[in-house]
């Protein structure tokens, strides 16, 4: 039953790559506390020689993730941006990048300030357009990177579409699924070669673990990437991957509930006097609103708006009045967060790129958790009361 891929979302999420310890009858699995394991002869052992290559708690998140994103393999990593890192190994000098122009600061920090300098060129374009997309591919392009909904303007790119020009171009097209997660979108089933998730937002769920995952659509790539997991060895210790297992256990509750709250604020904010614009998927004003109910299963738990009027001051005056929402950096917890994504999340993008892509001083993000709405709701009109 824990390998079935015809099983059920939550059931696959409670039970894939899981089974109860055979020394022991233990449902749970066990924190394999080691970093080395006994061998019957040289090379003779149970497939774990030393835990930087394999652990048997990594190799249970490994297996469910791979199962809840229907991929050949999933590969764990210390964080998401170590995840971010070992997907771009992959490239050589001279090779191209294409990546959609509103993404995590933290991953344009690591493409433009750290792989730049090894001589792999990369592009910012809006992928919300297709054509722009295909405008900046060339023969040298290998990765193309796709962030849908994106981080923080919750813009929706058209995997299928974007998939579609492989043919043409020979690209590898990963999608970072962090803000969907696999319980409201697939990006394999859509095309993608390689799906990637700072499992620190909402695999982990409770703001207590930092971690990053890729799953590998077929074998040559997920080899590949393995190589460099064991080589670099930027792998997560067993306790980080047991916090991950247990907080995927509840995810497609968890996400029911982020979906839900985040509809309700939403609408709120939408009707409020103060608010000038608000960015959410569910909208059907939204500009990707038509895709993202072809190729999710949901519109998230993130929000990010503008207060009308703002000049940046009114955006940090609310965001130090709220008492519900938690100011803090990080996303995807079961509590509600707030952020000021211009000094804190995307703070590394230079301010001229960062306004160009639409990201103001005035705009704010919500994570929006699973406390009662209500009391969210009045968080935030109690807030802005006081601009």
């Known amino acids: 039953m824990t390998n079935d891929l015809s099983a059920g979302f939550g059931t696959k999420a409670v039970h894939a790559g899981q089974s109860p310890d055979p020394s022991t009858g233990a449902v749970m699995t066990p924190v394999y506390f080691t970093s080395t394991y006994a061998q019957a002869a ?9 835990s930087r290559t394999h652990n048997p708690t990594r190799t249970a998140l490994q297996d469910n993730i791979a199962a809840l994103e229907n991929g050949k393999l999933g590969i764990a990593f210390a964080s998401g941006l170590a995840a971010v890192d070992a997907i771009v190994r992959l490239l050589k000098p001279g090779d191209e990048l294409v990546s959609t122009n509103d993404l995590y600061g933290g991953t344009y920090r690591l493409f433009t300030k750290l792989f730049a300098h090894y001589g792999i060129v990369f592009k910012f374009v809006d992928m919300t357009d297709i054509a722009q997309l295909e405008e900046a591919l060339t023969a040298k392009t ?26 043409k171009y020979d690209f590898t097209l990963v999608v970072d699924n962090t803000f969907a997660t696999p319980y409201l979108q697939q990006p394999i089933h859509l095309g993608a070669d390689l799906v990637m998730h700072s499992a620190t937002k909402y695999l982990g769920g409770h703001s207590d673990v930092v971690l990053g995952l890729i799953v590998a659509k077929d074998e040559s ?72 109910v072809e190729q999710m299963n949901g519109f998230g738990g993130m929000i990010s708006f503008i207060i009308k009027g703002d000049k940046g001051a009114d955006a940090r005056n609310f965001l130090s009045n709220l008492k519900v929402f ?51 709701q009045q968080d935030i009109e109690q807030a802005l009361s006081k601009i």
């Not at 040289?42 to 030393?50: A, R, T």
């Not at 303007?153 to 020009?165: C, E, F, G, N």
């Not at 080899?223 to 995927?248: E, H, T």
């Not at 939408?270 to 038509?290: D, I, L, N, T």
Request: charged content about 20%; proline content about 6%.
């Open 42 to 50: 040289p090379g003779d052992h149970k497939g774990y020689e030393y």
């Open 142 to 167: 290998k990765l193309v990177w796709v962030e849908t909904p994106s981080n923080p303007l919750l813009h929706i790119i058209d995997i299928k579409a974007v998939a579609a020009l492989k043919k």
């Open 221 to 292: 790539l997920a080899k590949q990437l393995l190589f460099i997991q064991n080589s670099a060895g930027a792998i997560p210790g067993p306790m980080d991957c047991f916090l991950v297992l247990r907080g995927i256990k509840t995810l497609h509750l968890r996400m029911k509930q982020h979906c839900e709250n985040t509809k309700t604020i939403a609408h709120f904010l939408q009707a409020h006097p103060k608010v000038e614009k608000v960015h959410w998927p569910g909208f059907s004003s939204h500009r990707g609103h038509a895709i993202a």
């Open 326 to 376: 938690t100011l803090a950096e990080s996303l995807g917890g079961v509590e509600s967060l707030c952020g000021h994504p211009a000094s804190m999340t995307h703070a590394s993008i230079p301010k001229e790129e960062r306004i160009k892509a639409g990201l103001s001083d005035s705009l704010i993000r919500l994570s929006v958790g699973i406390e009662d709405a209500a009391d969210l």
